[in-house]
């Protein structure tokens, strides 16, 4: 079916993302699909330092000297952040899946459980990286 | 970008919709994110504790430790499952945001090379060192 602009531009929009105020739940939400799309990516870092370990000495050295660096470690920070946070989410779809915690207000407290436990997953693993 | 087949004047509109529904796979793409979900939790808890015990191994360290047999099978499978995780996630996320039918096309493709490619890479390199 062809229509000309005029007809088009006349047809009600569904409204845009931005005409909602941002609530906790669909924030969350749009968080896990971020989180999953950095880890992705984070895909590379890990095939780096598997690859280099296999291929020489020097090269396993490249890839744990950039760890090491500022901005590397910022990046593994990131990304600890970011896997934290889609794990403990993650739980929370998993919860859903198997039909509990619709209730808006159940959905909100696993919210802010998810929050919670990324915070305190992150920082326990960043406190054992560093006494270690 | 349309595709070619999607304009067709000598297709009838019969002929259009045929083969544009349902690709009959959502059930078990929806399935295996959430298998591939479960196994994560122990693994991705597992690689964690591993990454942090490892903090600034050597090469010698590093490849005696992935040498044993449990750790080249836990990697193996982490890698198995997260990176299938990631392709289903990924495809999802361009199925919804891409809206022009070339490029979704040859991104969907692209992200099936991606993480296969990659993840067989990563899988080689483990045996290479544990075996």
Partial sequence: MTSSPEIKA???????????????????????????????????????????????????????????????????????????????????????????LFKIESAYKAGYLVLLSTVLLTAGAWYLALAN | MKLKWNNDPMKSPLGRARGLGSAKEGANHWMSQRITAIANIPLVLWLVFSIVSLKGASHAQFTDWLA????????????????????????????????????????????????????????????KIAL
Wanted: proline residues 3%; contains cysteine.
């Fill in chain 1, 10 to 100: 006349k047809r009600p929009l569904s409204p845009h993302l931005q005409v909602y105020k941002p609530q906790m739940t669909s924030v969350l939400s749009i968080f896990h699909r971020m989180t999953g799309v950095a880890l992705a990516i984070g895909t590379l870092m890990v095939a780096w330092w598997l690859i280099a370990a296999a291929t020489s000495e020097s090269a396993y050295n490249t890839a744990q000297s950039f760890a090491s660096n500022p901005i590397g470690t910022l990046m593994i920070f990131g990304w600890s952040v970011a896997l934290f946070y889609h794990l403990s989410n993650g739980v929370r779809h998993l919860f859903w899946d198997m039909g509990y």
């Fill in chain 2, 68 to 127: 044993h047999p449990l750790n080249a099978i836990l990697m193996i499978l982490f890698i198995i499952s997260t990176f299938y995780h990631a392709k289903l996630g990924s495809q999802v996320v361009t199925e919804d945001y891409i809206h022009n039918e070339g490029l979704k096309f040859v991104k969907l493709i692209a992200q099936k090379l991606f993480f296969f490619g990659l993840g067989i890479a990563c899988i080689f390199s483990i045996l």
